[in-house]
């Protein structure tokens, strides 16, 4: 790359990761809020995988992007160039990493073992079961980076400032063979497995699905996608598909890249922030899309489902709060009036009704 080529590539970066923080933090934590609080169309145990999701990468948004990224690019001297930060961050950004890549592997599989078992499907139904899932992937995963706190080391590098050479801590690679081995399992574990896994259970998921649609007519399947609980795990499966596939297009890339540079260009001398050299252009690139998947699900969602978008629409609109308001009203008038109804005298040869039935229509 020449010199004005490198320049913009490195604008772009600084424009980009901020960019990424402004939208993916509120995003996620959105989408957090209409999964609770919000009737979106789907499971409860679902909802419950997509709402961990979201909270994890909006942590992996805070210490990878916000506070490393962003700060690289912007100040000379982060916080994080001293102990104990240095390891400390190493920790919580590969534990985050770790939880929303093992997370939409668990939900993967949890929805070919539905799909696959009526056993399984009541078992997993559960929401309790469900929760303890999510927060037993959160918990091992940060675990599991505990070693990663230990790849970097704070030293003294010279730097020139201006027209002055100045000596700043350093948080940088340990280059031993430590580092090297735990680099490689944490590639695997956040890349290689999580994507092999992905692409395995959802090929099976769409193979049972198919054999499934070929038992039937095409009057039964009508059917059968009439029933509410056929038609939610239908846009529950869909809904999974359209993140696994993001999750493998997006990581794929940041897997390769980082296998190449952790082969041929494995040694000391090798200046990773020289981008002349192409692999470290393309694993720039590979990082900016990796880090692109934990803001996108917000997207996903509003594009692939559409009790998502009716029910975001409604809040934008504030209408789901006069519906309530109306259903709370409407509520306290019917307990005024079944109030006065049972203190007002009855006549020897009056009937009561009892209602046992009310159902709501919209």
């Not at 940088?172 to 497995?193: A, D, K, P, Q």
């Not at 001398?269 to 692999?279: Q, V």
């Amino acid at each position: 790359m020449e010199g004005a080529s490198v320049t913009v590539f490195v604008t772009i970066q600084k424009i980009y990761y901020p960019f990424l923080c402004i939208v993916g933090i509120p995003a996620n934590l959105f989408t957090f809020y209409m999964i609770c609080f919000h009737k979106c169309g789907m499971s409860e145990t679902a909802g419950i995988y997509l709402s961990s999701l979201a909270i994890v990468d909006t942590l992996y948004l805070v210490w990878v992007i916000l506070v490393d990224l962003t700060l690289t690019f912007w100040l000379l001297q982060p916080f994080w160039h001293s102990h104990p930060w240095c390891g400390i961050l190493g920790f919580l950004q590969y534990g985050s990493l770790y939880s929303s890549c093992w997370i939409v592997v668990v939900f993967t599989i949890e929805r070919y073992l539905v799909l696959r078992s009526t056993g399984a499907k009541q078992h997993f139904s559960q929401a309790r079961v469900t929760k303890l899932i999510c927060l037993a992937v959160i918990v091992v995963s940060h675990l599991a980076s505990v070693p990663l706190a230990w790849i970097n080391i704070v030293s003294p590098v010279n730097f020139t400032v201006g027209r002055e050479n100045v000596t700043l801590p350093r948080c940088h690679y340990r280059n031993e063979v430590y580092s090297t081995v735990i680099v490689w399992i944490t590639t695997f574990l956040s890349g290689g497995i999580p994507i092999v896994l992905v692409i395995i259970f959802n090929y099976l998921i769409g193979y049972h699905l198919c054999r499934s649609t070929n038992l039937f007519t095409k009057e039964e399947l009508r059917i059968i996608h009439g029933r509410s609980s056929r038609g939610m795990l239908r846009r529950t499966i869909l809904l999974l598909g359209t993140v696994s596939v993001a999750f493998v297009v997006l990581s794929l890339p940041r897997f390769v890249t980082y296998c190449i540079l952790r082969t041929q260009y494995n040694n000391e001398n090798f200046n990773r922030n020289d981008y002349s050299i192409a692999i470290n252009v393309a694993g720039d690139l590979a990082n900016m899309l990796q880090n692109l998947n934990s803001t996108t699900n917000f997207l996903l969602y509003c594009m692939v489902s559409s009790r998502f978008r009716r029910e975001l629409l409604q809040v934008v609109t504030c209408k789901a709060k006069a519906r309530e308001l109306g259903s709370v009203l409407t509520h306290t008038t019917m307990k005024v009036y079944s109030v006065v109804d049972h203190k007002a005298p009855q006549s020897r040869g009056s009937v009561n009704v009892v209602l046992t039935n009310v159902k709501q229509t919209e």
